[in-house]
């Protein structure tokens, strides 16, 4: 009698092993580990290549806003002397005398010679913008041209595909090319404003920068940010 039931457990037993098996395989599919792909992590070191390239242009669009800023409060002291001078013109002419608002003080001379200066200055800046702009564009053709296997919307640094550094540079140097046409009929108007509405037009126009909105900041943070300068 023992012997013929041992046969028995013995096969019960196999049968809960491989049930058990299929309830660890069936686990197994059920709770396998999720793939997760990580965001690009920033790169750093000496980088070669097109994003050196990218990188140094960024750093450049940097320097010349930093530069613009500059040639702004210095364009803004001027503008203020020249819109004083001009005031005290309008309010000192009589109506026995009304020619004298005609008249251009001595003092205004070395103004406008320093506003032109000045101007001269923000127009070799956006030049160097839009310099900036065409080697943008040219690294984005390069890189088009190199990675014709592959997809271009391919993060370049973190997010960013190589396409978004080119729109970025042409909305910013159009925003500044846009300023610098405004400033340039400022400084070619302000001297001759006769009165002092105008002339307080033209001195918050130059201030408020209307054409360089909020956005051009937002634009160049992501701009440092995403290739690591900041």
């Avoid at 930093?66 to 702004?72: L, P």
């Avoid at 729109?167 to 500044?176: K, P, R, W």
């Avoid at 105008?198 to 943070?221: A, C, V």
Wanted: proline content about 4%; overall charge neutral.
């Amino acid at each position: 009698m023992s012997t013929s039931r041992t046969p028995k457990k013995i096969k019960k037993g196999r049968k809960s092993t491989e049930q058990s098996q299929d309830l660890l395989q069936e686990e197994d599919v059920l709770f396998s580990p999720i793939s997760v792909t990580p965001c690009k992590s920033p790169r750093q070191g000496n980088l070669t290549g097109n994003a050196r390239k990218v990188k140094d242009t960024a750093a450049d669009w940097h320097n010349y806003i930093q530069k613009w800023e500059s040639m702004n409060s210095k364009g803004m002291d001027i503008v203020n002397k020249i819109a004083n001078v001009k005031l005290k013109v309008i309010f000192g002419s009589s109506e026995e005398n009304p020619g004298s608002i005609n008249v251009m003080p001595e003092e205004m001379g070395p103004l406008c010679d320093q506003f032109e200066e000045v101007i001269t200055a923000m127009c070799n800046i956006v030049s160097r913008m839009a310099s900036l702009t065409v080697g943008m564009k040219a690294i984005c053709n390069l890189q088009h041209h190199q990675n014709k296997s592959s997809s271009d919307e391919e993060p370049l640094f973190q997010t960013w595909p190589i396409q978004e550094f080119c729109s970025t540079s042409q909305e910013l140097l159009d925003m500044y090319t846009k300023e610098l046409e405004l400033k340039r009929t400022i400084m070619q108007n302000i001297a001759h404003a006769k009165d002092r509405n105008l002339m307080m037009f033209y001195t918050s126009s130059w201030l408020n920068q209307p054409y360089i909105d909020d956005r051009s900041h937002l634009l160049l943070e992501s701009l440092l940010v995403e290739t690591g300068l900041k």
